[in-house]
């Protein structure tokens, strides 16, 4: 019996050479458009599992991987389909209904995993630290985990059926096996591709992600309708189809207007306490949550960064006093202060308490400046949202001899260098090196060319992470330190409640040891809540032996991602759902 020919599995049409010319610029236009949206739904699925599972790298690498995997599967399922102008029909609407609400659905699963044992405790009068987490609890939290992956595997593999449907319904209209059917869609799919990652970096990268999901599904809608509108003799059911298409175009119109919303009420059930601002910027997501202790006791305000606790007002002073004093206390001046990151203005509240002349800021996120600079106004709550934070550091941010430039440190250190610029206090405060991208701001390159910006008789200090729970990334910005040709360096540590046990780094160009210049200070800005001389001076002792390994333990440089790893090492079991609680 002869194999059947899948041309003929659709009825044959006789096109003029108008017409094919038509269809082909039709069917290659909405591949380029396609494969857009496919780049863009890999990116936004990759960028939010990396935010609600953290381990960034290694998330969004993994995430890509099962979508690219997945698309070959899909790409070998399409064959067994015959009726291709009504499974691509079919296909799209898929695709967009799933692209559209995965985001959503990724969040609802999360919020129940971590809701449920609340309410099992809330119920059962359970006490609050006993919270049940086996048995249904724990598969509930599994797939929750696991959720982004499995919908990204489904995704990919609706995606990738989409060239081979494209191809075989191009060889339909010719009524022939094209020559180069394969290296035409393929041409088309990478160049949409590439429009679609420009897209993203350029537009959607700073858009709420229910935003970028209801635009990305509305041109998958549109490619349907267009589809339906030039093929629908083709296509079975039509008359359903048009009716699926009207009904997800209003779960789009819902979801565009009222998806923020609905995010924002899965975000707070992820956290413990209630969340008063969210928002997304080109570079990271920032949250803040309140909490009501009781009526007696002030509100505790959390930020978090991409999920990941940054300070919290009941003990932020804690940190930002040991960050700052001991490096003013350790340099002979305190006229000019350069502070990398710090957006949130806390440790410039610390080091106006110097009277410097002048403090420059170099800060990546105009967004987290503006948040903590001037008053939002919510006209929801009819309530400036941000008071209470304006009120924490004092609005030091709008203070007269702050300087702002805004960019990556790395290179904006540059601008300075060539500037001639030069600072008696330089003070790191950056996140933690959990993402290669800070990686480099923790080089051995980098240091390098703070100490060309640095005076010599001035300080550095360095925000270190836990000298406790990350021992190795710790003790490794120590030497990366030195190594950059600092004379003075030396490391000291404090217990912040909502963090544990912290580190930082302190080093001078040359001369005495930063912890001999404190032990020679004799003042201190009044009124510090935290911080004295003495406990200072004790910071600088660490256990018996905590050293000893030292010479195991690597520096770090631009290429080789060591502190990277160490920290991820460390903190793997850390990583997860932002649920921190101070």
């Known amino acids: 019996m002869k194999?059947?020919?899948?041309?003929?599995?659709?009825?044959p049409q006789t096109n003029s050479p108008r017409s094919t010319l038509i269809d082909d610029i039709f069917l290659i236009s909405i591949m380029a458009v396609l494969a857009g949206c496919g780049m863009i739904y890999e990116y936004l699925l990759s960028h939010y599992a990396s935010r609600v599972l953290g381990a960034v790298e290694s998330t969004i690498f993994t995430m890509i991987g099962v979508m690219i995997v997945a698309m070959g599967f899909g790409s070998f399922a399409a064959k067994k389909i015959e009726k291709v102008y009504t499974a691509f029909a079919w296909l799209e609407l898929i695709i967009a209904l799933l692209g559209l609400?995965?985001?959503l659905l990724i969040a609802s699963l999360f919020a129940i995993s971590y809701q449920l044992p609340q309410i099992f405790v809330e119920n059962y009068g359970l006490p609050s630290d006993l919270s049940p987490q086996g048995g249904i609890f724990h598969i509930l939290h599994a797939l929750a985990r696991f959720s982004p992956f499995l919908i990204g595997f489904i995704l990919g593999f609706l995606i990738g059926m989409e060239i081979p449907l494209i191809?075989?319904?191009?060889?339909?209209?010719?009524?022939?096996?094209?020559r180069h059917n394969t290296g035409t869609i393929y041409g088309a799919d990478y160049i949409g591709a590439g429009a679609g990652a420009a897209i993203w970096v350029t537009l959607m990268l700073s858009m709420e992600n229910s935003h970028a999901a209801a635009l990305t599904a509305t041109a998958n809608l549109c490619v349907g309708l267009a589809f339906y509108w030039r093929y629908q003799k083709h296509i079975r059911f039509a008359g359903y189809f048009f009716l699926a298409q009207l009904g997800l175009l209003v779960l789009l119109i819902v979801v565009f207007l009222q998806g923020d919303d609905l995010a924002f009420v899965l975000e707070n059930s992820l956290y413990k306490d209630k969340v008063i601002y969210s928002q997304h910027s080109k570079y990271q997501h920032i949250t803040v949550t309140e909490r009501v202790m009781s009526a007696e006791k002030p509100k505790i305000y959390n930020l978090y960064i991409n999920g990941r606790l940054q300070f919290s007002s009941v003990d932020e002073y804690i940190y930002h006093e040991m960050?700052?004093?001991?490096?003013?206390?350790?340099?002979?001046?305190?006229?000019d202060v350069l502070i990398i990151g710090g957006g949130d203005g806390l440790a410039l509240r610390e080091v106006l308490h110097w009277q410097p002349k002048s403090v420059l800021m170099l800060e990546l996120d105009k967004m987290m400046i503006d948040f903590f600079a001037r008053e939002k106004f919510d006209e929801k709550s009819g309530k400036i949202i941000n008071e209470p934070l304006l009120a924490l550091n004092q609005k030091a941010l709008l203070n007269e001899r702050l300087s702002i430039e805004y960019g990556d440190a790395f290179n904006q250190v540059d601008e300075l260098l060539a500037r001639m610029q030069q600072f008696?206090?330089?003070?790191?405060?950056?996140?933690?090196?959990?993402?290669?991208?800070?990686?480099?701001?923790?080089?051995v390159r980098f240091y390098q060319k703070l100490f060309h910006l640095l005076t010599g008789d001035g300080s550095l200090v360095i925000q270190s992470t836990s000298p406790y729970h990350a021992k190795k990334a710790f003790v490794s910005i120590g030497k990366t330190v030195k190594a950059a040709g600092y004379q003075g360096v030396e490391q000291?540590?404090?217990?912040?409640?909502?963090?544990g046990e912290w580190g930082w780094t302190i080093a001078t160009k040359m001369g005495a040891l930063p912890s001999e210049r404190i032990a020679q200070q004799e003042n201190l800005p009044a009124n510090l809540r935290w911080a004295s001389k003495e406990m200072i001076r004790r910071s600088f002792v660490f256990p018996p032996n905590y050293f000893a390994n030292i010479a195991e333990i690597e520096i770090n440089t631009l290429n080789q991602y060591q502190l990277y790893q160490y920290h991820q090492e460390a903190w793997r079991l850390e990583q997860?759902?932002?649920?921190i609680e101070p």
């Open 576 to 579: 997860g759902v932002p649920n």
């Open 101 to 103: 609400l995965s985001v």
């Open 492 to 499: 000291y540590h404090e217990n912040v409640p909502s963090f």
């Open 323 to 335: 960050l700052v004093h001991p490096a003013m206390m350790a340099s002979a001046k305190q006229d």
């Open 424 to 443: 008696n206090v330089i003070i790191v405060d950056l996140p933690d090196p959990n993402h290669p991208d800070l990686n480099k701001l923790y080089s």
């Open 167 to 178: 191809a075989r319904i191009r060889e339909h209209v010719h009524q022939s096996n094209l």
């Open 3 to 11: 194999p059947k020919n899948p041309l003929l599995s659709e009825k």
